[in-house]
């Protein structure tokens, strides 16, 4: 009887030892997530675009919020983290084409591409078909041609168009083509395009894509009537394309316990203004509200950080970041990463909330990824269960979504999110789709979790098997890689490694610069995944890539 006396006294003193979570008032709380998505995703700030005003709007408010609660500034500039980004590629007023001495218009006549160097270019044009060199297929646009300082004048296309099926369809690409001209010596290069089947390559520009050496122009209209009936034709070609920088702001708090190590819970506030890029809505610009991408996850930032604020678990610091920039690429998180206002090395570990406004009522499947980036996650889920939800967890600590930034840099992290939707990335998601009863729930969820942590110290790192890198899904390959999207050098920079992977059974690591896969060159991210497209599972590559200043070489079996 003693023996079992003792166990037990010893079990409710167990009990008493764990952190238990701060009380959590329903009504009060889906109040307050309530008013905070409202405001979020009100159309007076215009979808939180990064860089734009909506998103300036949107930083005050969360501001003036953590102040509210008396948490400590621990931005840069107060709350706040900016950022420096490229927001976009516009063409400069400096562009001109005269040709036989007649002057051309600017986007009438003729536009620069987005593979255009900002340069002058003088001499004679010479033609040289389609640009394709395949000694495969038998066919050299340039046998017989000498075209170096010559501006080359070439067909977008292929002598089959631009069919995926065509022998030539690995031939088509512009940067293969600009890059086989560079090689052949041409100071210049102008487009044209005489095939109507065949779309004209665009006239915006994807700050994705990396400049060539020379200019580079497409001709349309007058110039192209006049490339084409002249016998002789002396070009006088000047490109500027010019990059709108933008700044971006995460906006960063600290609820200080004096406690050694400190959590990091974040949520992205950013959304995608009226569509643009990552859009899935086809029509006039619109609005994109993201009430549940992610203003659910941002207001449920504020809430967890009033309802930590309460004097329980006093094991951990807590730092909230709301990021911006996720929708271009994790641009805040990654930023933070790298530029971390506080010491990293005390980083317990990162909660990350991205969607997690639409729970599903019928499932009630709240799903959870990351959970193989510490052996303790899997004990601290076990038998959690609260309303009935039932978690669904993931190993991988690789996704799209802020968790990933913190994973790459050696810290645990996961990633709750409570489901797609058909309103996600469109018009439609908007504050009165959200399931307020559910998101209490998930937020019930979190202060469980954290309240098991509590005592646990600072736990461990672990890898994990990552399914799913960052490699684009269309290609039947992946290297395993996570690009840094906010490189914009020459090349494609690693930000991660994918343990079991082809990049690191090769042997790169993270912050290599991929220069080129089999023969094609990697100018920038666009030109890495066209590289990817062509190679199939069980090929094998050599990866030309560039660690510090040291150029080298490996092979990789896809």
Same mark, same amino acid.
């Given at each position: 009887m003693k023996k079992v006396f003792a166990f037990s006294f010893l079990f409710i003193v167990s009990l008493c030892?764990?952190?238990?979570?701060?009380?959590?008032n329903v009504p009060a709380v889906k109040d307050s997530l309530k008013k905070h998505i409202t405001i979020l995703a009100h159309d007076s700030l215009e979808g939180r675009e990064t860089g734009s005003a909506g998103e300036e709007k949107a930083y005050r408010y969360l501001s003036q919020q953590f102040r509210k609660l008396g948490l400590l500034a621990a931005g840069t500039q107060d709350y706040l983290q900016p950022f420096t980004f490229t927001a976009r590629i516009l063409m400069g007023k400096n562009n001109s084409m005269v040709l036989n001495g007649k002057k051309f218009s600017p986007g009438k006549d003729f536009y620069p591409l987005a593979y255009s160097a900002n340069a002058s270019v003088k001499g004679e044009v010479m033609k040289a078909g389609y640009g394709i060199i395949a000694h495969d297929l038998n066919h050299n646009d340039y046998e017989g041609k &000498?075209?170096?300082?010559?501006?080359?004048?070439?067909?977008?296309?292929?002598?089959?168009?631009?069919n995926p099926h065509s022998k030539f369809a690995m031939h088509i690409d512009l940067r293969a083509k600009i890059d086989k001209a560079i090689e052949q010596g041409a100071a210049g290069i102008i487009f044209i395009n005489t095939k109507k089947e065949v779309e004209n390559p665009p006239?915006?520009?994807?700050?994705?894509?990396?400049?060539?050496?020379i200019p580079v122009v497409f001709a349309t209209g007058k110039a192209l009537k006049t490339l084409l009936d002249a016998t002789v034709v002396n070009a006088d070609i000047t490109t500027e394309l010019m990059k709108e920088e933008k700044t971006g702001h995460n906006v960063v708090a600290l609820l200080d316990k004096g406690a050694s190590n400190t959590v990091v819970i974040g949520a992205h506030y950013d959304h995608l203004g009226?569509?643009? &890029?990552?859009s899935l809505y086809r029509g006039k610009p619109a609005i994109h509200n993201g009430a549940d991408d992610n203003a659910s996850g941002t207001a449920a930032l504020i809430e967890l950080a009033r309802l930590l604020s309460q004097p329980v678990g006093r094991n951990n610091n807590y730092l909230f970041i709301a990021f911006s920039g996720e929708e271009m690429g994790l641009l805040g998180s990654s930023h933070f990463v790298k530029n971390p206002t506080i010491d990293t090395s005390r980083i317990n570990y990162m909660l990350n909330m991205d969607m997690v406004g639409r729970l599903k009522s019928d499932t009630k499947i709240l799903q959870v990824l990351g959970a193989g980036t510490s052996p303790e996650w899997k004990s601290a889920f076990d038998g959690l269960m609260i309303d009935s939800i039932t978690i669904k967890t993931s190993e991988s600590g690789i996704g799209p979504s802020d968790h990933t930034s913190f994973y790459l840099a050696g810290i645990p992290a996961i990633h709750f999110f409570s489901g797609t939707h058909e309103d996600y990335h469109k018009p439609s998601d908007d504050e009165d789709k959200i399931n307020y009863d559910g998101q209490v729930s998930v937020l019930k969820i979190i202060l469980e979790l954290i309240s098991r942590l509590d005592s646990k110290g600072k736990i461990a790192f672990a890898k994990t098997q990552d399914a799913d890198s960052r490699d684009t899904p269309r290609f039947k390959v992946t290297l395993g890689v996570v690009p840094d999207y906010v490189y914009d050098g020459t090349g494609m920079r690693i930000d991660g490694v994918s343990d079991g992977k082809p990049a690191a059974k090769a042997g790169l690591k993270a912050g290599d610069i991929i220069l080129a896969i089999g023969e094609q060159k990697v100018h920038d991210m666009m030109s890495y995944m066209q590289a990817l497209g062509k190679f199939k599972k069980g090929e094998k590559a050599i990866v030309k890539f560039k660690r510090g200043e040291e150029e080298k070489e490996a092979e990789v079996e896809f």
């Open positions: 030892l764990q952190a238990q979570p701060p009380a959590v &000498d075209v170096k300082g010559k501006i080359v004048m070439l067909e977008i296309s292929s002598p089959e168009g631009n006239a915006s520009y994807s700050r994705r894509i990396a400049p060539s050496k009226y569509g643009h &890029d990552g």
